[in-house]
């Protein structure tokens, strides 16, 4: 029995049965299905190459080693971690550079007004290594996280402001961050085929340089309950962090990770899966598996970069599969929201929606080029459900 049969045979014995996002504290749900998109099928590619539905639109914002347009800023290779950042009456969209330092790896930004226009770009961030996703505060920094062998949490300050490195967030493999204004802590994933899910408590909410690095602690199985347990050596040295707790859940390549009501979601590559973790009653489940859709194929593969609208829906972004964004609805449902054509060797990264909900930006970090020189970074505006 191969994983697909397997998987499928264990849900089916559960008896799980689709249920809201919503419904998933009180049972526990077979993952999204197929079904048609909330906004319809894809039409044909514009004049960018990408396949959108019908009444939305795309523009490039920015390519690697060019001139942002509007400015004297030449934008880093290899976009990828992104989030928007709002600025008085209108706001920054921050960008990560997966490449290493001698290669210009930290982060960038870039200033619009009101009505979307560019008004400015600039570093944040320079001199780290493969800063690949990371997430923003309540208070409006960014988190640029080092996806390398103990790489660190740098803070960065869109508004303005020196990057601090944030030690006491732990040393590993990072990959994104998500604050839960609620429970006043850091979600963090970890890139490993063997790789933790972690909570930074801080001493002091809004100050990231003191604190406690927990871990996930929960069973072999893909649902059940969850207990967090501190890792005694942040610093991974000479023992990784991962290795610290016994009873630590290993997950396969964390990737994208997003909070919201309650609930914090995040990606593993390695086997396709989107978890779903429910902060009031400390349970999880699978929100997406690839080796459970059915009828018909599984859209999203490669699962990475993740966020949320402002209506509930969930966009996560492929690291290769087809080049898509897909949509997760609240009603259990997966889609594809859009296809990029003729950027196969690269990989879809940052997307994140301004607060008003109809702009949604995002990168490819490789291009049409395949090479980290030929990032491009975009804005698709539209009706979005708010």
Known sequence: ?????????????????????????AAYAAPAQNATGPYGALQAADANGIQLPAGFTSKVIARSRQVVPGTSYT??????????IPNGTGWIYVSNSEVSSSAGGGASRILFDASGNITGASRILSGTNQNCAGGKTPWNTWLSCEEITLGRVWETYPLGGTAVVRPAMGRFKHEAAAADPVRKVIYLTED??????????????GN???????VFVAGTGTSGSFTWQ????????????????SGSKSFNGGEGCHYANDTVWFTTKGDNRVWQVNLLTSTFELAYDDSLVSPGTAP????????????????????????????????????????????????????????????LYFSSQRGTSGASSGGITYCITGPFRT
């Not at 501190?230 to 707790?245: A, E, H, I, L, Y």
């Open 1 to 25: 029995m191969d994983r697909r049969q397997l998987l499928r045979a264990t849900m089916a014995g559960a008896g799980g049965l689709a249920l809201p996002f919503t419904a998933w504290s």
């Open 75 to 84: 934008w880093h290779d290899a976009p990828d971690g992104g989030a928007v």
């Open 192 to 205: 490993e085929t063997n790789g933790r899910f972690y909570r930074f408590v801080p001493t002091t909410w």
């Open 208 to 214: 990231l340089s003191a604190g406690t690095l927990q």
């Open 230 to 245: 501190n890792v005694p050596d942040p610093d991974g040295s000479p023992t990784q962090t991962r290795s610290q707790v």
């Open 300 to 359: 999203l593969t490669g699962v990475d970069n993740v966020t949320g609208s402002s209506f509930g829906d969930l966009y996560v972004a492929e690291d290769g599969g087809n080049m898509e964004i897909n949509l997760i609805t609240p009603d259990d449902k997966i889609s594809v929201f859009l296809r990029v054509s003729g950027q196969s060797s690269s990989e879809l990264t940052g997307p994140a929606f301004t607060a008003a909900g109809n702009r």
